[in-house]
């Protein structure tokens, strides 16, 4: 698995949510609500989904493993390792 999964998330909102307007997102900028609106998080499960090769069980849908890119990154290795 690529060493840095929090960058390919961070390219991933920045190219398909933010549109590449110049707004860089940092490890523990607040996403949810701020960055993800519903559509934008459904477009990052997908993301992750593809991606890392697993899939988000909607249990696991939690504002705990949403709500920064340092809890995604966590997140996902968790999921992967």
Request: aromatic fraction near 8%; glycine fraction near 4%; hydrophobic fraction near 40%.
């Amino acid at each position: 698995m690529d060493a840095d999964v929090k960058d390919r998330i961070r390219r991933f909102i920045a190219e398909e949510v933010l549109f590449d307007e110049g707004r860089q997102v940092g490890d523990r900028d607040e996403l949810l609500g701020d960055v993800l609106d519903s559509l934008a998080l459904l477009q990052l499960v997908e993301y992750i989904e593809q991606q890392f090769g697993f899939e988000v069980d909607d249990a696991e849908m939690v504002p705990e493993n949403f709500r920064t890119l340092d809890d995604l990154e966590r997140y996902v290795r968790s999921r992967t390792s």
